[in-house]
């Protein structure tokens, strides 16, 4: 399912309003949820200069951002197809290519911070001057430039080919109905296939070298080679629409009588979860960051307690 794909679209396959309520809820819920966990992050973040002083938590902030982004543009998205059912395709076009940046952004983020992780672990001597803050926003740019080198093209390509008439109808807001052109389906593919083996190949790579390294013994190795399976895990959910005409054909075929709640268990799956883990592999997990975190809170429930 691209990052943008919503299970169902009642316009075209009506369904109940009792099964299409708790799924809005669940969907809504689950967006506030993580929005709000991602916020109280950025707001530690932003209030400690132990944290924007460091490359590891820059690029965990830009990885927060990110789905933060993606997770509320993916629910509005999801809430729309069972309310307004049609958009405009300048509103579509504008939320489809905001969300579609972050999607792609956010394996591209994941790898770099394999990277420095392995680094940090294996090359230690040398962290500093390879890891630093002018270098760690050059690299948050390079991934933005190539984001947005993957899904510009798709835009050019439409405004290119498409008639006059298209840019001015109403439809059902996704990735395929606003790029409709089928060599743009065949691009997508190749691409993504590149970065399917390009990062998990990071991934294996930074992960067998913590492994293998000579100080794999110690405290900090163990916690780098577990941030990075988790790093793996994050991947592999959101790298599971690089797969996706394979997997929906399987489920299609698998599952044809409750093909629509498998496509919905499928998008929280995909767009929900992998959300979660951000804040658990550096917000939780991160001895600095859950030491601030927690007295961040505790200043805010000290407030609140004194208002009283």
């Known amino acids: 399912m691209n990052s943008t794909d919503i299970p169902n679209f009642p316009g075209q396959s009506p369904e109940p309003f009792s099964k299409a309520l708790p799924k809005n809820l669940l969907v809504f819920l689950l967006g506030v949820s993580i929005t709000c966990i991602n916020a109280s992050f950025i707001h530690v973040f932003s209030k400690h200069q132990i ?27 999801f809430i729309i197809s069972y309310t307004l059912y049609k958009i405009s395709f300048s509103i579509c076009c504008i939320i489809i290519l905001i969300t579609l940046f972050a999607t792609e952004n956010t394996p591209l983020n994941v790898a770099c911070m394999a990277i420095e992780c392995y680094i940090a672990v294996c090359l ?82 930074t992960y067998f070298r913590i492994l293998f390294t000579a100080r794999a013994a110690s405290k900090d190795s163990k916690k780098a080679r577990n941030t990075i399976i988790l790093h793996g895990f994050q991947v592999l959910l959101c790298m599971a629409k690089y797969v996706r005409p394979q997997l929906v054909d399987t489920l299609r075929r698998w599952f044809l009588l409750n093909y629509v709640e498998i496509l919905f268990a499928f998008y929280v799956i995909v767009h929900i979860l992998p959300r979660c883990i951000s804040p658990m592999v550096y917000g939780i997990r991160d001895e600095t960051f859950r030491k601030y975190l927690k007295k961040n809170l505790l200043c805010n429930y000290s407030s609140t307690k004194s208002i009283r």
């Open 51 to 77: 944290f924007y002083l460091n490359p590891r938590y820059i690029l965990f902030i830009h990885l927060v951002l990110n789905d933060m982004i993606q997770v509320m543009l993916s629910v509005i998205l």
């Open 124 to 205: 230690p001597l040398r962290h500093s001057k390879i890891c630093t803050i002018k270098k760690t926003l050059i690299l948050i740019g390079l991934i933005w430039v190539t984001s947005m080198s993957v899904v510009l093209p798709d835009l050019f390509v439409t405004l290119a080919t498409q008639p006059l008439d298209f840019f001015h109808s109403r439809f059902a807001c996704n990735r395929q109905t606003v790029f409709p052109n089928l060599v743009l389906t065949k691009k997508r593919d190749i691409i993504h296939s590149m970065f399917l083996v390009i990062i998990w190949f990071t991934i294996f790579y």
